[in-house]
């Protein structure tokens, strides 16, 4: 994984980094984009970097020697204004963005995609659930 919402594929014309469309998550890094993202979820920015770590150990595990499925949201490849590719990246059949959806560890992108109303209802429940982000104390 190469940060908390980008990981390193191996396809087609060798290693390709990928950007999980739909969400955005904590930085990995402490910096100023962390404490903009504490602040505007209400948090500590070392909270936010305890669940960056998580989910880098969450990818590490769920993603590192499977096979994955690379799955474009308009149907055709895209990328991104720093050249990553832009997919939903699925392994054994399950949607990885949308499993740390579910669990409150990243946070709806408001780009529009195909899967951005269930993107949003899995995060609806997660903030009703307190998981993840939700469940961090607030300043």
Do not use: C
Not at 93 to 103: E, I, K, Q, V, Y
């Amino acid at each position: 994984m190469v940060d908390t919402d980008t990981i390193e594929v191996v396809w087609i014309w060798g290693t390709n980094r990928v950007r999980l469309v739909g969400i955005d998550a904590p930085e990995s890094k402490d910096g100023r984009k962390l404490r903009d993202q504490a602040e505007r979820l209400g948090v500590d920015a070392g909270s936010l970097l305890a669940i960056s770590a998580t989910i880098i150990r969450q990818a590490g595990t769920a993603l590192t020697g499977k096979r994955l499925r690379l799955v474009f949201p308009n149907r055709a490849i895209e990328r991104d204004a720093f050249g990553r590719l832009l997919a939903y990246v699925e392994v054994n059949r399950s949607d990885f963005g949308a499993m740390l959806l579910r669990n409150g560890l990243v946070y709806p992108r408001v780009e529009g995609h195909p899967r951005k109303a269930e993107y949003l209802a899995m995060n609806d429940l997660a903030i009703e659930q307190k998981k993840g982000i939700y469940g961090l104390r607030r300043r």
